[in-house]
């Protein structure tokens, strides 16, 4: 075990990363095979990335004419409790039944594109039938992970938005207000780290280990938690050098993104708005992504090495 882990490099894997991206798409190149497992790909990370919302608060307790404002808002939605309720009702349910939908649609696609990248092959109809029960079960520990999540997120957000109207009132310290408000914060950052850290192992380890050993996704984790107690600061190693391979895409997209709007009349764009057509562009950067995750994980056995399946 000990030569296993001074074998383990983060480093490493991001050559034979890039080697493999080459073979994957462009030796030879091939636009159907980058179509098809751009689709995968696409599958693969539909509830990943979307568009940063920025929300400006402008609050001022002596303003007037915002209360005004509120108030003639909770007239109108006391006059029309019904309607609201009934539209707000079929909204989020339609909302929730999307999510769902994109859930099991991207549990079947993380091994679709996995497989695609193991085998350096394109198809969709085989892994879409040979891993159904694997991605039922991921897709179940997903939505329970989800459920989890928003009870957390939504016990302390409510309490937080509580005690940030409390800073209406005279009657309590606005240090105590503002002490408590922070450790709520700070809850909500813990709690939506943890999940990331959940999920992203998940995606990067486990899924390999059901991938290549037929398991559930309990099984798996069974399997990979004797792995993350050994190897912890190398998997914590790995996380941080993941999130700057992350930025350096990022930064390398956004440059694209500008060059195609300054030399294609903004036309360019359209490529990077429209969702499929956006993973097909960059299809690189997402093959490169997932290759580096397989590659550091091959280091820690043969049986976890993904690219020795050929059936």
């Known amino acids: 075990m000990d030569a296993v882990k001074k074998s383990i490099s983060v480093i490493e894997p991001v050559n034979e990363a890039l080697e493999k991206t080459k073979i994957l798409l462009f030796r030879p190149f091939n636009l159907e095979k980058w179509f098809i497992i751009g689709f995968c790909a696409w599958l693969a990370n539909l509830l990943r990335g979307g568009f940063y919302n920025g929300t400006n608060f402008n609050y001022n307790r002596k303003s007037d004419a915002g209360a005004e404002e509120v108030a003639k808002i909770v007239g109108f939605i006391r006059e029309n409790l019904l309607v609201i309720s009934i539209s707000a009702s079929v909204v989020i349910i339609l909302a929730i039944s999307i999510f769902i939908l994109c859930l099991w649609l991207s549990s079947r696609g993380r091994f679709m594109f996995l497989d695609c990248l193991a085998k350096n092959k394109a198809h969709v109809k085989y892994p879409w039938n040979t891993f159904k029960l694997h991605a039922d079960s991921l897709f179940k520990f997903r939505l329970l992970i989800a459920i989890l999540s928003f009870t957390a997120i939504t016990a302390l957000g409510i309490p937080m938005i509580a005690v940030f109207f409390f800073l209406k009132s005279s009657t309590i310290s606005g240090v105590t207000v503002f002490a408590a408000f922070f450790i709520l914060f700070l809850g909500i950052i813990a709690t939506g780290s943890v999940i990331g850290f959940i999920q992203t192992l998940t995606t990067d380890f486990v899924v390999p280990i059901m991938y290549l050993h037929g398991t559930n996704v ?79 994980f091959k280091q820690f056995g043969s049986e976890f090495n993904v690219f020795t399946v050929t059936v």
């Open 218 to 296: 309990w099984a798996g984790w069974q399997k990979f938690m004797p792995l993350l107690s050994q190897h912890f600061w190398k998997v914590i190693l790995y996380l941080l050098f993941k999130i700057l391979i992350g930025l350096c895409i990022g930064a390398i997209v956004m440059i694209l993104v500008i060059l195609s709007c300054c030399c294609m009349c903004g036309i360019g764009i359209i490529f990077f708005i429209i969702p499929y057509v956006s993973t097909v562009a960059t299809l690189p950067f997402y093959s490169f992504a997932r290759l580096y995750s397989l590659c550091f």
